[in-house]
């Protein structure tokens, strides 16, 4: 099984409406990343989590590390077409060399 | 200030033919990856770097080799090009990890190489 899963898998929500992405870990999370990519482009950073229980926000993304530290959400609050793309949550588990990746959240955002 | 650089953008290779594909960093980070991206699905690590002359595998390492002679180079290496290859490759590079302050250990990736295995 998969190391890092995220939910859903795709998502289609109407322009305005909110949203949640979810990343699970089987492992201890000491550090989580959260990144967007537009489709056959490169990767933008968005926040990253160390803290059990930290919250960061940027413009209208919202993301939490839960306190167990094996959890982490990422929120859009009145989504845009400009938020569509993928978002791939990334971890450090163990090694703190690598961060490994979840298999990604595809987001259309309908007018 | 170029950050990470890729080339090429785009290849197409015949089957068992070999290939580098070329990562350069101008921001003195230590740490260095390649990852692969396959349609539809998200980053997997294929070698990963802490430092010159230091390497080590990922999750996918079979089918390729990686070098790490300077701190700015991290050139990867397919040798005899298979299908199962055809991918978007990604090279990333950080300055470190769980560095607190304003190192936050992300990293910063460069524009992918599109690679083609008929």
């Known amino acids: 099984s998969q190391e890092l899963e995220q939910s859903p898998q795709s998502l289609i929500v109407q322009e305005g409406k909110n949203l949640t992405i979810n990343c699970t870990s089987s492992k201890t999370l000491y550090g989580l990343y959260w990144y967007k990519q537009k489709y056959g482009e490169g990767l933008i950073f968005l926040m990253m989590?160390?803290?059990?229980?930290e919250e960061k926000s940027h413009e209208k993304i919202t993301a939490k590390l839960d306190e167990k530290k094996q959890q982490s959400s990422l929120h859009i609050t009145a989504s845009q077409p400009s938020h569509a793309g993928i978002y791939l949550c990334?971890?450090?588990?163990?090694?703190?060399?690598?961060?490994?990746f979840g298999t990604g959240t595809r987001l259309q955002v309908t007018l | 200030n170029a950050g990470v650089t890729q080339t090429p953008k785009f290849r197409i290779l015949k089957i068992g033919q070999s290939m580098t594909l070329q990562c350069t960093q101008d921001?003195?980070?230590?740490?260095m990856y390649w990852y692969r991206q396959d349609p539809g699905m998200g980053l997997k690590l294929i070698y990963y770097s802490v430092g010159a002359g230091i390497t080590d595998k990922g999750e996918v390492p079979n089918g390729y080799n990686v070098s790490r002679s300077t701190t700015e180079d991290f050139p990867l290496r397919l040798e005899l090009a298979a299908p199962s290859q055809t991918s978007v490759y990604f090279c990333?590079?950080?300055?470190?990890?769980?560095?607190?302050?304003?190192?936050?250990?992300?990293?910063?990736f460069g524009e992918g190489s599109r690679l083609t295995v008929l």
């Open positions: 990333a590079s950080s300055y470190s990890w769980l560095a607190g302050g304003a190192n936050t250990g992300e990293l910063f």
């Open positions: 990334g971890a450090l588990t163990g090694t703190a060399s690598k961060l490994t």
């Open positions: 989590l160390q803290k059990g229980g």
């Open positions: 921001m003195n980070h230590n740490y």
